[in-house]
């Protein structure tokens, strides 16, 4: 059974800090990694998404990579806005037509402090 | 493009009535998902569609139904509601057809039943 775990699951810093999200997952056997962002009380925003055959994908101050191998996936983010602050949540989907299912992490608070 | 949209944003129910929540989408998009998101628990699959006329259970099905007539429409109803439906409903799509693959998801709508 998959299973997804972000650490830390909050964290605060100061503005401008460049930062790293950490997401594992026990089953290497992937179709897709996607990071989401969360702001309270609102839906998710998808940030990146990375095919199992990607080793990264880049959208403005946001790097995520892929390791497939071990199990990890790590979301950088370059020089922290207050606005950053919110929940990012990691999510993998199995490969194969009968695995809809998205597992999700229980997300990491970022808090970016001016 | 509006993309997904849920209706309603919030609803009170009490315990016993039904009520369908609404998911509508209009990217052409073949599969979509039912997920709710509890705190401590994370975001868990309810049902899922993988096109018109086809769909199938998730995670956490019971005490709902599905139904999907429409590419463009995915309802979730809550036959007899129970307090344990308290919850946020989040609807998603995606498309295998072209890139990017990732999910896209509603804005969710936010039940409490008393």
């Known amino acids: 059974k998959q299973e997804v775990t972000q650490i830390p699951a909050a964290l605060s810093v100061p503005e401008g800090e460049n930062l790293v999200l950490n997401c594992s997952f026990t089953?290497?056997?992937?179709?897709?990694l996607q990071w989401f962002r969360q702001d309270p009380g609102k839906g998710l925003t998808s940030l990146l998404l990375?095919?199992?055959?990607?080793r990264e994908q880049t959208s403005g101050r946001l790097n995520a990579s892929l390791d497939k191998s071990s199990g990890r996936s790590t979301l950088y983010i370059a020089a922290s806005q207050p606005g950053d602050s919110a929940t990012y949540l990691c999510?993998?989907?199995?490969?194969?037509?009968?695995?809809?299912?998205?597992?999700f992490g229980k997300g990491t608070k970022l808090t970016v402090n001016p | 493009n509006a993309g997904v949209t849920q209706t309603p944003k919030f609803q009170v129910l009490k315990t016993g009535q039904s009520m369908t929540l609404q998911c509508a989408q209009d990217?052409?998009?073949?599969?979509m998902s039912w997920y709710r998101q509890d705190p401590g628990m994370g975001l868990r699959l309810i049902h899922y569609?993988?096109?018109?006329?086809?769909?199938d259970q998730g995670e956490v099905p019971n005490g709902y139904n599905v139904s999907r007539s429409t590419t463009e429409d995915f309802p979730l109803r809550l036959l007899s509601a129970a307090p344990s439906q308290t919850s946020v409903y989040f609807c998603?799509?995606?498309?295998?057809?072209?890139?990017?693959?990732?999910?896209?998801f509603g804005s969710g709508t936010r039940l409490t039943v008393v």
């Open positions: 089953d290497s056997a992937i179709y897709n």
């Open positions: 998603a799509s995606r498309t295998e057809r072209r890139g990017p693959y990732g999910y896209t």
């Open positions: 999510a993998v989907k199995a490969p194969g037509g009968g695995s809809e299912k998205l597992v």
């Open positions: 990217m052409n998009h073949e599969y």
């Open positions: 569609s993988v096109g018109a006329g086809i769909t």
């Open positions: 990375i095919q199992s055959s990607q």
